[in-house]
């Protein structure tokens, strides 16, 4: 069983910051990449980064520049720092992770989302 754990959302005026991060833990032998997904409501879910153990990033073409993913230094959190954050910016934000279990099954496991909301 594996748990994701999310944290850092909230409410925040245009041209403010948030960071959010999410630590995973359970029957995991290795995390391959790590990354947070957005849902605004009436919309799809979308990629916004993601960051492999190897260290290399993918950014959403409308964050690139604001937003920053980063691992922990144990590999198994990541964060995401955002920053001149923008009315369009809210939705809930989802991390997930492809992961390696002890078997050496490969899974991806969602997180149970946290809520952003940046005021105009």
């Known amino acids: 069983q594996v748990q994701l754990v999310e944290s850092g959302g909230g409410l925040v005026q245009a041209g403010g910051s948030l960071r959010l991060s999410c630590a995973a833990s359970g029957n995991i032998f290795s995390i391959n990449t790590m990354g947070w997904y957005r849902q605004a409501p009436g919309k799809q879910r979308d990629r916004v980064a993601t960051i492999t153990s190897g260290g290399i990033t993918q950014y959403a073409d409308g964050v690139k520049g604001r937003f920053t993913i980063s691992r922990g230094n144990a590999k198994n959190t990541v964060y995401l720092q955002m920053n001149s954050l923008e009315p369009e910016d809210t939705a809930v934000y989802y991390c997930?992770?492809?992961?390696?279990?002890?078997?050496?099954?490969?899974?991806?496991?969602w997180g149970q989302g946290t809520q952003v909301t940046v005021s105009s």
């Open positions: 997930k992770i492809e992961y390696t279990s002890s078997r050496l099954v490969r899974y991806d496991y």
